[in-house]
Protein backbone atom coordinates (compact mmCIF):
# COMPACT_ATOMS: atom_id res chain seq x y z
CA UNK A 1 0.00 0.00 0.00
CA UNK A 2 1.71 3.00 -0.96
CA UNK A 3 0.95 6.41 1.13
CA UNK A 4 -0.58 8.68 -0.92
CA UNK A 5 -4.54 8.34 -0.05
CA UNK A 6 -4.54 12.04 0.26
CA UNK A 7 -3.15 13.15 -2.99
CA UNK A 8 -5.18 10.66 -4.89
CA UNK A 9 -8.52 11.46 -3.44
CA UNK A 10 -7.66 14.81 -4.78
CA UNK A 11 -5.97 14.33 -8.48
CA UNK A 12 -9.40 12.00 -8.60
CA UNK A 13 -11.61 14.92 -7.65
CA UNK A 14 -9.89 17.60 -9.49
CA UNK A 15 -9.68 15.12 -12.64
CA UNK A 16 -13.50 14.47 -12.26
CA UNK A 17 -14.93 18.09 -11.90
CA UNK A 18 -12.76 19.36 -15.39
CA UNK A 19 -13.81 15.95 -16.83
CA UNK A 20 -17.64 16.65 -16.39
CA UNK A 21 -18.17 19.43 -18.92
CA UNK A 22 -15.57 17.53 -21.16
CA UNK A 23 -18.00 14.38 -20.95
CA UNK A 24 -20.99 16.87 -22.06
CA UNK A 25 -18.93 18.37 -25.29
CA UNK A 26 -18.22 14.55 -26.20
CA UNK A 27 -21.71 13.43 -25.39
CA UNK A 28 -23.16 17.08 -27.52
CA UNK A 29 -20.49 16.01 -30.00
CA UNK A 30 -21.75 12.50 -30.58
CA UNK A 31 -25.61 13.64 -30.71
CA UNK A 32 -25.00 16.45 -33.23
CA UNK A 33 -22.51 14.44 -35.23
CA UNK A 34 -23.48 10.07 -34.75
CA UNK A 35 -21.83 7.51 -36.65
CA UNK A 36 -19.81 9.75 -39.13
CA UNK A 37 -18.11 8.65 -42.35
CA UNK A 38 -14.66 9.69 -42.38
CA UNK A 39 -14.80 12.77 -44.28
CA UNK A 40 -17.28 13.79 -41.88
CA UNK A 41 -15.32 12.71 -38.86
CA UNK A 42 -12.09 14.24 -40.21
CA UNK A 43 -13.60 17.94 -40.71
CA UNK A 44 -15.02 18.01 -37.10
CA UNK A 45 -11.13 16.83 -36.11
CA UNK A 46 -9.37 19.12 -38.18
CA UNK A 47 -11.17 21.88 -36.29
CA UNK A 48 -8.34 23.06 -33.25
CA UNK A 49 -10.79 23.17 -31.20
CA UNK A 50 -12.50 19.49 -31.07
CA UNK A 51 -9.02 18.30 -31.68
CA UNK A 52 -7.89 20.17 -28.68
CA UNK A 53 -10.65 19.08 -26.44
CA UNK A 54 -10.94 16.03 -27.35
CA UNK A 55 -7.21 15.32 -26.61
CA UNK A 56 -7.66 17.15 -23.43
CA UNK A 57 -10.68 14.48 -22.82
CA UNK A 58 -8.53 11.58 -23.28
CA UNK A 59 -5.50 12.83 -21.71
CA UNK A 60 -7.80 13.63 -18.28
CA UNK A 61 -9.52 10.54 -18.35
CA UNK A 62 -6.30 8.74 -18.87
CA UNK A 63 -5.18 10.66 -15.70
CA UNK A 64 -8.50 9.69 -13.96
CA UNK A 65 -8.69 6.31 -14.67
CA UNK A 66 -5.33 4.76 -13.98
CA UNK A 67 -5.88 6.51 -10.27
CA UNK A 68 -8.97 4.66 -10.22
CA UNK A 69 -7.74 1.36 -11.65
CA UNK A 70 -4.56 1.67 -9.09
CA UNK A 71 -7.61 1.68 -6.50
CA UNK A 72 -8.72 -1.60 -7.68
CA UNK A 73 -5.73 -3.40 -7.78
CA UNK A 74 -4.61 -2.44 -4.30
CA UNK A 75 -8.53 -3.63 -3.40
CA UNK A 76 -8.62 -7.25 -4.87
CA UNK A 77 -4.73 -7.88 -6.34
CA UNK A 78 -2.23 -9.75 -4.12
CA UNK A 79 1.15 -8.87 -3.02
CA UNK A 80 3.07 -10.41 -5.94
CA UNK A 81 1.31 -8.98 -8.83
CA UNK A 82 0.73 -6.08 -7.49
CA UNK A 83 3.60 -4.08 -8.45
CA UNK A 84 3.63 -5.33 -12.61
CA UNK A 85 0.48 -4.24 -12.70
CA UNK A 86 0.35 -1.07 -11.01
CA UNK A 87 3.25 -1.00 -13.64
CA UNK A 88 0.89 -1.93 -17.03
CA UNK A 89 -1.32 0.58 -15.66
CA UNK A 90 0.97 3.61 -15.80
CA UNK A 91 1.74 2.32 -19.27
CA UNK A 92 -1.75 1.91 -20.60
CA UNK A 93 -2.72 5.38 -19.63
CA UNK A 94 0.17 6.85 -20.44
CA UNK A 95 -0.39 4.89 -24.28
CA UNK A 96 -3.65 6.12 -24.50
CA UNK A 97 -3.12 9.89 -23.51
CA UNK A 98 0.07 10.09 -26.31
CA UNK A 99 -2.16 8.17 -28.52
CA UNK A 100 -5.10 10.75 -28.53
CA UNK A 101 -2.49 13.80 -27.88
CA UNK A 102 -0.79 12.72 -30.99
CA UNK A 103 -3.07 12.22 -33.37
CA UNK A 104 -5.35 15.22 -32.15
CA UNK A 105 -1.93 17.11 -33.10
CA UNK A 106 -1.76 15.42 -36.74
CA UNK A 107 -5.55 16.54 -37.33
CA UNK A 108 -5.12 19.53 -36.35
CA UNK A 109 -1.83 20.72 -38.42
CA UNK B 1 3.14 -9.10 3.95
CA UNK B 2 4.11 -12.42 6.01
CA UNK B 3 1.50 -14.53 7.22
CA UNK B 4 1.75 -16.65 10.62
CA UNK B 5 1.61 -20.14 9.62
CA UNK B 6 -1.76 -21.53 10.08
CA UNK B 7 -3.71 -18.68 11.44
CA UNK B 8 -5.81 -17.86 8.20
CA UNK B 9 -7.74 -20.74 8.03
CA UNK B 10 -9.27 -20.53 11.05
CA UNK B 11 -10.83 -17.18 11.17
CA UNK B 12 -14.44 -16.22 10.40
CA UNK B 13 -14.42 -14.93 6.99
CA UNK B 14 -16.84 -11.96 6.24
CA UNK B 15 -20.27 -12.49 4.53
CA UNK B 16 -19.85 -12.52 0.69
CA UNK B 17 -22.08 -11.03 -2.17
CA UNK B 18 -25.00 -13.30 -2.36
CA UNK B 19 -25.59 -12.99 1.66
CA UNK B 20 -26.49 -9.15 1.13
CA UNK B 21 -29.90 -8.65 0.00
CA UNK B 22 -29.27 -5.87 -3.05
CA UNK B 23 -30.21 -2.24 -2.34
CA UNK B 24 -30.16 0.37 -4.95
CA UNK B 25 -27.35 2.49 -3.26
CA UNK B 26 -25.23 -0.73 -3.17
CA UNK B 27 -25.37 -1.67 -6.66
CA UNK B 28 -24.77 2.12 -7.88
CA UNK B 29 -21.68 1.70 -6.05
CA UNK B 30 -20.04 -1.49 -7.39
CA UNK B 31 -21.96 -0.19 -10.76
CA UNK B 32 -19.94 2.81 -10.18
CA UNK B 33 -16.62 0.63 -9.96
CA UNK B 34 -17.75 -1.41 -12.79
CA UNK B 35 -18.85 1.72 -15.05
CA UNK B 36 -14.84 3.25 -14.45
CA UNK B 37 -13.19 -0.36 -15.71
CA UNK B 38 -15.14 -0.03 -18.64
CA UNK B 39 -14.63 3.83 -19.56
CA UNK B 40 -10.67 2.71 -19.13
CA UNK B 41 -11.35 0.36 -22.29
CA UNK B 42 -13.95 2.80 -23.42
CA UNK B 43 -10.91 6.07 -22.96
CA UNK B 44 -8.94 2.97 -24.96
CA UNK B 45 -11.48 2.85 -27.33
CA UNK B 46 -11.83 6.75 -28.28
CA UNK B 47 -7.83 7.15 -28.62
CA UNK B 48 -8.03 4.62 -31.09
CA UNK B 49 -10.79 6.53 -33.44
CA UNK B 50 -8.63 9.32 -33.04
CA UNK B 51 -5.97 7.27 -34.39
CA UNK B 52 -7.38 5.71 -37.38
CA UNK B 53 -8.74 8.94 -37.66
CA UNK B 54 -5.55 10.68 -38.36
CA UNK B 55 -3.78 7.96 -40.26
CA UNK B 56 -6.23 7.82 -42.59
CA UNK B 57 -9.64 6.04 -43.66
CA UNK B 58 -8.08 2.69 -44.97
CA UNK B 59 -7.58 2.08 -40.93
CA UNK B 60 -10.27 4.72 -40.27
CA UNK B 61 -12.83 2.66 -42.47
CA UNK B 62 -12.87 -0.58 -41.56
CA UNK B 63 -13.03 0.45 -37.44
CA UNK B 64 -16.05 2.72 -38.28
CA UNK B 65 -17.88 -0.32 -39.87
CA UNK B 66 -17.16 -2.88 -36.92
CA UNK B 67 -18.43 -0.07 -35.01
CA UNK B 68 -21.93 0.04 -36.97
CA UNK B 69 -22.61 -3.50 -37.13
CA UNK B 70 -25.18 -4.97 -34.43
CA UNK B 71 -21.68 -6.30 -32.13
CA UNK B 72 -20.67 -2.61 -32.02
CA UNK B 73 -23.57 -0.89 -31.52
CA UNK B 74 -23.45 -3.04 -28.27
CA UNK B 75 -20.44 -1.76 -27.41
CA UNK B 76 -20.68 1.93 -28.31
CA UNK B 77 -24.04 1.67 -26.26
CA UNK B 78 -22.49 -0.40 -23.05
CA UNK B 79 -19.80 2.82 -23.19
CA UNK B 80 -22.33 5.66 -23.59
CA UNK B 81 -24.54 4.41 -20.92
CA UNK B 82 -21.31 3.51 -18.83
CA UNK B 83 -19.90 7.81 -19.50
CA UNK B 84 -23.61 8.68 -18.24
CA UNK B 85 -23.93 6.68 -15.24
CA UNK B 86 -20.40 7.37 -14.13
CA UNK B 87 -20.45 11.18 -15.07
CA UNK B 88 -23.58 11.26 -13.22
CA UNK B 89 -22.89 8.77 -9.98
CA UNK B 90 -19.24 10.87 -10.07
CA UNK B 91 -21.25 13.89 -9.45
CA UNK B 92 -23.10 12.36 -6.64
CA UNK B 93 -19.97 11.51 -5.11
CA UNK B 94 -18.60 15.26 -4.82
CA UNK B 95 -22.21 15.82 -3.59
CA UNK B 96 -21.56 14.01 -0.53
CA UNK B 97 -18.11 14.97 -0.28
CA UNK B 98 -19.55 18.30 0.28
CA UNK B 99 -21.17 16.46 3.33
CA UNK B 100 -24.68 16.89 2.27
CA UNK B 101 -26.96 13.45 0.51
CA UNK B 102 -25.62 11.14 2.65
CA UNK B 103 -28.79 10.57 4.48
CA UNK B 104 -30.35 7.02 3.71
CA UNK B 105 -33.25 8.48 2.40
CA UNK B 106 -31.79 11.36 -0.06
CA UNK B 107 -28.96 8.57 -1.14
CA UNK B 108 -31.82 6.19 -1.96
CA UNK B 109 -33.60 8.41 -3.99
CA UNK B 110 -30.45 10.13 -5.92
CA UNK B 111 -29.11 6.11 -6.94
CA UNK B 112 -32.73 5.63 -8.54
CA UNK B 113 -32.05 9.08 -10.25
CA UNK B 114 -29.01 8.36 -11.56
CA UNK B 115 -30.31 4.80 -12.45
CA UNK B 116 -33.19 6.55 -14.49
CA UNK B 117 -31.08 9.62 -16.12
CA UNK B 118 -28.18 6.89 -17.18
CA UNK B 119 -30.47 4.86 -19.29
CA UNK B 120 -32.80 8.15 -20.83
CA UNK B 121 -29.41 9.66 -21.48
CA UNK B 122 -27.50 7.03 -23.57
CA UNK B 123 -30.99 5.94 -24.65
CA UNK B 124 -31.77 9.64 -26.14
CA UNK B 125 -28.51 9.62 -27.34
CA UNK B 126 -28.76 6.35 -29.39
CA UNK B 127 -32.17 6.54 -30.52
CA UNK B 128 -31.44 8.48 -33.95
CA UNK B 129 -28.38 6.54 -34.50
CA UNK B 130 -30.73 3.07 -34.17
CA UNK B 131 -33.26 5.15 -36.70
CA UNK B 132 -30.52 5.94 -39.00
CA UNK B 133 -29.31 2.03 -38.79
CA UNK B 134 -32.58 0.04 -39.52
Redesign the interface.
Known sequence: MSAKGTSSFIAM?AS??L??PL??W??WS??KH?????ET??DW?ARPRNAGL??L??AL??FH?RI??QE?IEDYVH?GFKGGLAALNWI?AIA??I??G???W??AF | ?AKPIGAAADRPLSPHLQIWRWTPTMAASILH?AT??A??AG??L???W??A??IG?KV??PA?DF??SPFGLVILFGF?WS??FH?LN??R??YW?SGRGLRPKTALMTSWLVFAASLI?AA??FA??LI??S
Open positions: RSVLLAAFVVAGLADYARAGAFISAMGLVDAVAAGFAARL | MRGLLYAALAGFALAPFSALAALFSGLHLDGALPIGW
